[in-house]
């Protein structure tokens, strides 16, 4: 580790807040791997985790009910996401601290803040429950208990695994691997002539269907396609576990009992803007970029076009609902198109997609939460036990809660509904704070970027009004 650098006139720490976090220290940045695809992982588990209920229902159903004239909105959805996504990482590529680290500099609450709006959007098991459901349609069983060794399976994952993140990243890949044959073999005996005819409307024919189904629905389908809420922001913590730039600094989550752990302090790093480490930065934004672009863009707008194509083939123009059991509905019509096999297969890939999806939602609302916990309130506490803590206090919730039998309640899911478009503007914002304020000037945010981030919080402030006003109407109308 390098001794903390004395303050000089030129000093890039001095640009960091430090009233509530120390100044970063001073080192150069990591030299790029000579073989930097070997890196390649971050954005394949944004994609897989991200991959749930708006793939395999959401923009489904919006094409059961419309045809394919919606699919284009998940590009603008995706775009918009990779910018704000790659702001995120900029940070933590040039500091191995997490964006939520940075926005904490400049008030020391606002962590705590987007941790526990992303315990209320997840604390309710919604993936977990909807994989157990998709179980039940291929081999029977109770959903309740199905849900719970669901839980209890993802908990053990992300405790046990020696190193968190290569195991998370582990199950996203085989996710993506499942979808990709899914589409291969579902492209050969279900898609039709038809269903290929109408595939140029998605650029021929774009509108907005509003009348049909309502602004907030098809705003939500658009600025949530792919991830949203707290994961973008943990965008950050994978990126630094997977040793991208100054990250490779920063001791990685392990379990507590099968990994080798490493004291971590509070902050980060910068690096003086020299010729040697800008030629490095270089090379690291470019090789981001291009990870995020090939895998979490590329790959979250395949499969959201290629379950689209399914819904168009199988259910479109059919009363159906906008939930789980839209699912079976589109299983039982492929069995009676390809075959009862194909229904069956249809449903064990959507199953082991939801539980990877549950698998990295406790990830990373456990990850978030325990690095603000550890970077701003309790340095001197091993991270990975306040991770190990933090999954298990989440499962037994949600364990305990479906054992119950209970519902969600109205006022969870009107919260929980609210807080994913509320965060995303308030830290596109906050992200305009840190990346012009605290990095050195050669690698700051600006030009079409910085428009990216102001087009990121118009649109995901008027999601936030449109969506909060919609769930009161429902509330207490």
Known sequence: MAERYEAIPSDPAKAFPDKYIPPPQVRD???????????????????????????????PYITSQVGLAFVWAALLGLLTQY????????????????????????????????????YFANIWPAWATSSATLVTYVVGGNVAVVSVVILVIVALILTLAPAVYTALERAQMVKVAAILLLILIGSLFVLGANTWAALPSIVTQPRFPAAELGFAVLMGALAFAGAGGGQNLVQSNWIR?????????????????TGEMEARGQAGFIFPATEENLT????WWRFANKEQGLTFVAITFLSIMFMSLLAYATVFGEDVSNDVSFLRVEGERMMAMAGGWFGYFFWVIGAFSLFAAALGVVDYTSRLAADVLKTTYFPNVSESKMYAALVWGLVVIGAVVVAAGLGQPLLLATIA????????????????????????????????????????????????VLTVQQQLDKLFG
């Open 29 to 59: 940045l990591p030299e790029p791997p000579a073989n930097q695809w070997r890196l390649i992982g971050p954005g394949v588990v944004a994609a897989g985790v991200g991959l749930a209920s708006g793939e395999f229902i959401l923009f």
């Open 83 to 118: 910018f704000l996504n790659m702001e995120i990482e900029r940070y933590t590529l040039a500091t191995g601290e997490t964006a939520v680290t940075g926005f904490s500099r400049l008030w020391k609450h606002w962590g705590l803040v987007f941790a526990i709006m992303a």
């Open 241 to 257: 576990d997977k040793g991208f730039g100054m990250g490779r600094y920063i001791p990685k989550i392990v379990s507590p009992l």
């Open 280 to 283: 490095r930065w270089r090379a």
């Open 417 to 464: 509904a609210c807080v994913g478009g509320v965060m995303m503007f308030i830290y596109s914002g906050l992200l305009i704070a840190i990346n012009r304020k605290m990095l050195p000037s050669a690698i700051r945010v600006r030009g079409y970027r910085l428009a990216a981030l102001v087009w990121s919080i118009l649109l995901f402030g008027v999601l936030a």
